[in-house]
């Protein structure tokens, strides 16, 4: 691919994640009123959550394998079509069962999109510029979730179902970018040697290497942070007696400063460091940057430690996928979902345990997440030794 062209697929992909997080954080500050006008509780919220990533889990490493046979093009085709038809069917819901269904058909169709785009990049970037792709999309996503709440916020507060039909709009429109603009990524050839050569047998001893570990990786991530993510809203009314604004101000602090770090330096740091030296620090970071939380005591305060925190954080994650993605060889689908559903395997358990702790002492979660981070960063130290190795030949040899 040419220069050109390759900034152009780079746009689209991004648009692509980026719409995707941006329904997402326009549907999140008006559910608990949607699914209120209905009737439901907050167990019915809960379920209604939770039924996304508990579907994606599964869904994520299906889809992922059917990109390596099929090509990457039709399976985002797929994976947009139905994240547009579910916010389509969440906007015409009068009662609480068609909510749950539009969520299940909307996190099973859309489950393709992530893994997909993740090898995307990874077919179309060299080992040396994959970190910075992976930044670039996790920049798209974490625009989307700033500017995503604000905006379903105000288009919420004159209609409730207006910020589904919009999503579902701009779904469409990202549809037709993709169908008209976006060329496939893999070679057909490269299709039928994944058909031929991938076996069940191969793929469970893949987890038990080096493919296994990041996999794992990519779950204490996950889980980690949402020791942060998953119970702050109850923190800071419970220690700090913030309301929404405050919370607002905060999240905002998170996504702009997660969107300018993966924009801006996950690709030269990966490039110059390479991403087992990046995973091994930002774990060391995040695990140190948990505690500064837990001493902040004003508004200015809080929002420069969670800046703090969220920088290590931002950079983590892209190096453990362009990682993944190195290790995966030619099944880069199949690694991409499988990287997403131990992240969603992360996200359903990790707020699971941060409520439980955050019952016994709501400074809990925050010292749990330390020592998770630090056990990642001790595992890291053990296991990627040989990455940190082999990035230094490599980049020896290109001196």
Not at 83 to 89: D, F, P, Q, V
Not at 120 to 147: F, H, P
Request: glycine fraction near 12%; hydrophobic fraction near 50%.
């Amino acid at each position: 691919m040419t220069q050109i062209s390759n900034r152009k697929n780079m746009i689209i992909l991004s648009l692509t994640l980026g719409v995707v997080m941006l329904g997402f954080g326009m549907v999140m500050p008006i559910m608990p009123f949607y699914v209120e006008s209905m009737g439901a509780s907050a167990t019915d919220l809960g379920l209604l959550v939770a039924i996304s990533p508990f579907i994606q889990l599964v869904a994520s490493p299906l889809w992922g394998g059917v990109s390596d046979r099929r090509g990457r093009k039709p399976v985002l085709v797929v994976g947009l079509l139905g994240y547009g038809i579910s916010m389509l069917l969440f906007g015409l819901s009068t009662e609480l069962w068609m909510l749950f269904v539009a969520r299940g058909v909307g996190a099973l169709l859309s489950a393709a999109t992530m893994p997909t785009t993740m090898a995307y990049i990874s077919d179309s970037t060299s080992e040396q510029e994959r970190g910075g792709g992976m930044g670039a999309l996790g920049a798209a996503t974490g625009l989307g979730m700033v500017l995503g709440p604000a905006l379903g916020g105000l288009l919420g507060s004159e209609s409730l179902s207006t910020p589904f039909f919009l999503t579902a709009g701009v779904c469409l429109l990202t549809l037709l970018l993709v169908l008209l603009f976006l060329p496939e990524s893999l070679p057909e050839e490269a299709r039928r040697q994944t058909a031929t050569r991938v076996k069940p047998a191969a793929q469970i001893r893949d987890l038990s290497g080096p493919l296994g570990v990041l996999l794992f990786m990519a779950f204490l991530v996950s889980f980690g942070l949402t020791n942060f993510q998953g119970i702050f809203g109850y923190y800071a009314l419970k220690k700090f007696g913030y309301g929404t604004e405050e919370v607002g101000w905060i999240l905002t602090i998170v996504g702009i400063v997660a969107a300018l770090t993966q924009g801006v330096l996950t690709g030269p740091l990966t490039k110059r460091w390479g991403e087992a030296t990046v995973i091994k620090a930002t774990l060391l970071a995040s695990a140190i940057t948990f505690v500064p939380l837990l001493l902040a005591n004003s508004l200015p305060t809080v929002l420069l430690t969670t800046g703090l925190f969220t920088l290590p954080n931002a950079l983590l994650r892209p190096a453990v996928i362009s990682l993944t993605s190195k290790h995966a060889e030619t099944r880069q689908g199949a690694a991409m979902g499988l990287n997403n559903s131990f992240n969603s395997l992360g996200r359903v358990i990790g707020p699971i345990w941060a409520g439980f702790a955050f019952d016994l002492n709501y400074n809990l979660p925050y010292l749990s997440g330390a020592a998770i981070m630090f056990a990642g960063f001790l595992i890291s130290l053990a296991w990627l030794a040989q990455e940190h190795k082999e990035a230094s030949e490599s980049q020896l040899q290109t001196l």
